[in-house]
């Protein structure tokens, strides 16, 4: 069986866990690819897909949506899987609210029964405080005052034995 894992990633978090998600299925005897979202053009020759994006802002990347939206028919009727990546810090917020819960991208509402998904999962990213700031919203966040900014949590949050295990 030949997989696709296809992703979108603005700064490289995702495009870890897609790559290690291909790695697994390869040591479990399958072909996998991960390849960025916006390098593909055509779906043919692969019999399943992982795909994840990152999730700013509770929304997937558009490199993501669109792979999705452009293959919606041969999607549906083949064995997909999603991912999201993005919260960082602890597993509840400051409030006490789970993480993945308040993750969950607005297109997964849309994809997940279109596609008959078999399942959807929110991994834990990273978030570095010296990293370059793409687009509106990381720019804005860029200029938060000092005290605000020591308040986010900052590294790496992802859970490689969990990317593991769901990947098997």
Same mark, same amino acid.
């Not at 053009?41 to 700013?56: C, E, N, P, W």
């Given at each position: 069986?030949? =997989?696709?894992?296809?992703?979108? +990633?603005r700064?490289?978090? /995702?495009?870890?866990?897609?790559?290690?998600? $291909? #790695?697994? *299925?390869? +040591? #479990?005897?399958?072909?996998?690819?991960?390849?960025?979202?916006?390098?593909?053009?055509?779906?043919?020759g692969y019999?399943? &897909? =992982?795909?994840?994006s990152?999730?700013?802002?509770?929304?997937?990347?558009?490199?993501?949506?669109?792979? =999705?939206?452009?293959?919606?028919?041969?999607?549906?009727? @083949?064995?997909v899987? *999603? &991912? +999201? +990546?993005g919260?960082?810090?602890?597993? /509840?917020?400051?409030?006490?609210?789970?993480q993945?819960?308040? %993750? =969950?991208?607005?297109?997964?509402i849309?994809? %997940?029964?279109?596609?008959?998904?078999?399942d959807?999962?929110? &991994?834990?990213?990273? &978030?570095?405080?010296?990293? @370059?700031?793409?687009?509106? $919203? #990381?720019?804005? $966040?860029s200029?938060?005052? $000092?005290?605000? @900014? %020591?308040?986010?949590?900052?590294g790496?949050?992802?859970?490689w034995?969990?990317?593991d295990?769901?990947?098997?």
């Amino acid at each position: 069986m030949r =997989v696709l894992v296809a992703y979108a +990633s603005r700064h490289g978090a /995702t495009q870890g866990i897609a790559e290690r998600i $291909a #790695e697994t *299925l390869r +040591s #479990e005897g399958l072909v996998a690819d991960a390849r960025p979202a916006a390098s593909i053009g055509t779906l043919d020759g692969y019999d399943a &897909f =992982v795909i994840g994006s990152a999730a700013y802002m509770a929304h997937w990347l558009g490199d993501a949506a669109n792979l =999705v939206r452009r293959n919606r028919r041969l999607l549906r009727d @083949k064995p997909v899987w *999603l &991912f +999201s +990546s993005g919260p960082v810090g602890g597993p /509840t917020d400051a409030h006490g609210q789970d993480q993945r819960i308040a %993750a =969950v991208p607005k297109e997964i509402i849309e994809f %997940a029964p279109a596609l008959g998904a078999r399942d959807h999962h929110i &991994f834990f990213g990273a &978030f570095e405080v010296d990293r @370059k700031p793409i687009g509106i $919203a #990381e720019r804005f $966040a860029s200029h938060l005052p $000092a005290v605000i @900014k %020591a308040e986010m949590p900052l590294g790496d949050f992802r859970d490689w034995p969990e990317i593991d295990a769901w990947a098997r």
